[in-house]
């Protein structure tokens, strides 16, 4: 592999209930996009410059830095020589009902996005590398089970965020609802002003304010997420494609890529090994 490739590992691990990547990523910049999961990525070769909602920061190599599910962020290479990163992907409420045996809706936020901790680093890094190898379950578990439960008891923010409602608020949400049920057409914002009642302009704004993008770049995003549901089930590359709303699989490949990093071919190999 030379140095001016990407090399890209993508794998589900049901057992975890996560999604892990161990890759390196040159000449790459990731879209703004949001995860339907939270995001611990852990630099191991490089650095990324991190785009966020009021923040904008460069993580280098050390650093873990953890992203809430359903926020917004961009991120690039700061040189030439790109990053290489350990990811996992994982529900926080999942990992709350797996060390504290709690379930419920709201969730505290997590308090990165840069996490200075050497104990949680190093316990994501023994269960990253444990997986990948399929090496002992145990010692993979033990330290799953580590990194959730200091992750839980020195990262998060317990105070919650509460939403105000009022018209704004139920148009946007009836803007979203509109965008994914309608994933294959080709809508325009005076469609869906009318929709939710509210004028062109403000519904934009508005949409972007409470989403962190504008109604286009939601539905590029929901067109993925949708894709990225069908791949798991096993559905083909074209059928994907198509049924998300890409005008063809060009199309679909780069968008997937820029959201994921990876192709869509390499993201459903991680849920349906090649025999």
């Not at 691990?13 to 995860?35: K, M, N, P, W």
């Amino acid at each position: 592999m030379s140095s001016n490739q990407s090399d890209i590992n993508i794998w589900r691990s049901h057992e975890l209930q996560a999604e892990l990547i161990h890759g390196r990523f040159v000449d790459y910049a990731y879209d703004v996009h949001t995860h339907e999961t939270a995001c611990f990525a852990l630099l191991t070769e490089g650095s990324i410059r991190i785009k966020m909602r009021g923040t904008e920061f460069v993580a280098r190599k050390g650093d873990l830095y953890a992203i809430d599910a359903d926020e917004p962020h961009a991120g690039w290479a700061t040189d030439e020589k790109g990053w290489r990163l350990r990811t996992l992907y994982v529900d926080v409420a999942h990992l709350r009902q797996l060390v504290r045996g709690e379930r419920g809706a709201n969730l505290p936020a997590l308090a990165g996005p840069i996490i200075n901790d050497p104990e949680v680093i190093a316990h994501l890094h023994a269960l990253h590398q444990c997986s990948e190898v399929e090496g002992s379950r145990l010692y993979r578990d033990r330290a799953y089970l580590s990194f959730a439960d200091k992750l839980l008891e020195r990262h998060v923010k317990h105070s919650y965020r509460i939403e105000k409602d009022g018209n704004e608020l139920g148009a946007v949400r009836m803007a979203r609802d509109f965008l994914d049920a309608h994933l294959q057409d080709n809508v325009s914002l005076v469609t869906i002003a009318e929709q939710t009642g509210l004028a062109q302009y403000k519904l934009f704004r508005a949409f972007e304010r409470t989403y962190g993008m504008t109604p286009h770049a939601y539905q590029r995003q929901a067109r993925v997420r949708f894709a990225m549901r069908l791949l798991r089930q096993g559905v083909t590359l074209v059928d994907a494609g198509a049924l998300s709303g890409f005008s063809d699989q060009a199309h679909f490949t780069r968008w997937f890529k820029r959201f994921m990093g990876v192709t869509p071919g390499l993201y459903q190999r991680a849920f349906h090994p090649l025999e």
